[in-house]
């Protein structure tokens, strides 16, 4: 299988679980895949990850382990079911960290885990961590069970903010801020996000099946690890080699880009959205795994702040409980009601805690433009050598003019908005 990943072009294999550590050889394979020439990383729960494991993880070449930390120690007890979770992965931090290896973290965003993260980021940042993803929950696994963790659609406009403050710190602190893909899409922040800055370091498409793929513990392989198995599948490596598998309609329906292929399956509000031909409707998990089909994606800020401006809001209502199989998830509706801001329950900014030593909230603030280190785990990300007569990555779009001009409309949306925003961030300082 390592040599099959290496054939196809891949240069990064992240072994996620459940944990890898159930298996006993699994170390064996890290080696083989950093000895096939690509970097191998880790995400983990870090429960039981001793220092002895973590002095072998170095010695087999592991570069990065991403923990996951989703919330504050109550939150995150509560939503792992296991109390005591929350100070093994801390454990694991300084067992990693004294091992050599890179550290960083992976956190699941949602009503619980949302008001703590300007708190959480501080205990990440002084366990020394060099980059955080954050991605926002879905309703999959114990959010299935229980639909009150989910945001709602238009508390992504406050999240947004909570998360540009964030990003601005991290910078500062030379740590990496990387949002999933489905935080989305196009607000005053997103170069923020994407790429600290960048003019052209927007969202542009989703890359599920292009520059990643998943492969299940049994050999099935998806478009991405994230998403539900028996709607993505494409084959099984145990049947067919990889290679032979990349051209199936299963890891090819994010091409097309600029052409109708590429926007057939959007409906709802992505289907006439003014950044449909580049945007895509977003990640296709998001969707799939709230609607049983991709194309309409609720947590979008230029939808959130569309549906605010006309004095209206959606919300999320549970139609279908999961039926209780692996990667399996609830169906919902979106439906529209009136917004009301005065409404402090359902709004983020007023149960967010800060904490006492940042800087007052800036509001619509230059996002700053500070270069940060990258570990070469984090900077290879998706980046192939040419020398390999690669077959990904795969770029999702066509040399169409309605791609080149999605791509620009794009752009000059973005100056517009973020002008605006400076704009108002100026009348302010001067009232």
């Known amino acids: 299988m390592v040599d099959q990943l290496s054939d196809v072009g891949i240069d990064e294999v992240t072994l996620i679980g459940g944990e890898a550590f159930a298996r006993k050889d699994w170390l064996v394979i890290a080696r083989a895949i950093v000895d096939a020439g690509m970097i191998c990383t880790v995400t983990t729960g870090g429960y039981g990850l001793t220092a002895n494991m973590a002095k072998r993880m170095r ?17 995150h007890d509560q939503l792992r079911g296991r109390r005591g979770s929350w100070k093994h992965c801390f454990e694991a931090f300084q067992r990693l960290k004294a091992a050599g290896i890179v550290i960083a973290c992976n956190t699941q965003v949602n009503r619980r885990s949302a008001p703590q993260l300007p708190f959480l980021y501080t205990r990440l940042r002084d366990a020394e961590i060099r980059a955080w993803q954050v991605q926002i929950t879905g309703p999959m696994g114990r959010a299935a069970d229980d639909p009150s963790l989910l945001l709602q659609p238009f508390q992504i406009v406050d999240l947004h903010s909570v998360l540009a403050r964030i990003a601005r710190r991290a910078a500062q602190d030379g740590i990496e801020f990387m949002p999933a893909n489905n935080i989305g899409y196009y607000s005053e922040y997103e170069r923020l996000f994407r790429s600290r800055g960048h003019p052209w370091g927007f969202w542009q498409g989703p890359s599920e099946g292009l520059d ?23 084959g099984n490596v145990r049947d067919w080699h990889l290679r032979d598998l990349l051209d199936s309609p299963e890891l090819q329906f994010n091409l097309g880009a600029g052409s109708p292929q590429g926007t057939a399956h959007l409906w709802g509000f992505c289907e006439t959205c003014d950044f449909a031909t580049l945007c895509r409707g977003g990640d296709a998990w998001t ?25 209206e809001r959606e919300r999320l209502v549970q139609l279908q409980q999961a039926p209780g199989e692996p990667f399996d998830h609830g169906i919902f509706d ?8 005065s409404d402090e329950e359902e709004s983020l900014i007023t149960q967010v805690a800060w904490p006492p030593d940042w800087d007052a909230p800036t509001g619509d603030a230059e996002p700053p433009h500070a270069a940060v280190l990258r570990p070469a785990a984090i900077e290879s990300r998706a980046r192939l050598s040419d020398d390999r007569g690669a077959s990904l990555p795969r770029t999702a779009w066509s040399d169409s003019a309605a791609y080149l001009k999605a791509l620009l409309e794009a752009k000059a949306r973005l100056d517009a908005i973020e002008d605006a925003a400076s704009e108002r961030l100026s009348g302010t300082a001067h009232e």
């Open 59 to 75: 010695e087999a070449g592991i570069s990065l382990v991403s923990v996951s930390v989703d919330g504050l120690e109550d939150v």
């Open 212 to 234: 990643v793929i998943g492969i299940e513990s049994d050999g099935w392989v998806k478009a991405d690890p994230t998403l539900p198995s028996s709607a993505f599948r494409a």
């Open 287 to 311: 969707p799939f795994v709230f609607f049983g089909r991709r194309g309409n994606h609720p947590y979008c800020y230029h939808r959130a702040a569309s549906f605010r401006q006309a004095g």
């Open 334 to 341: 979106i439906v529209v009601e009136r917004f009301d801001s």
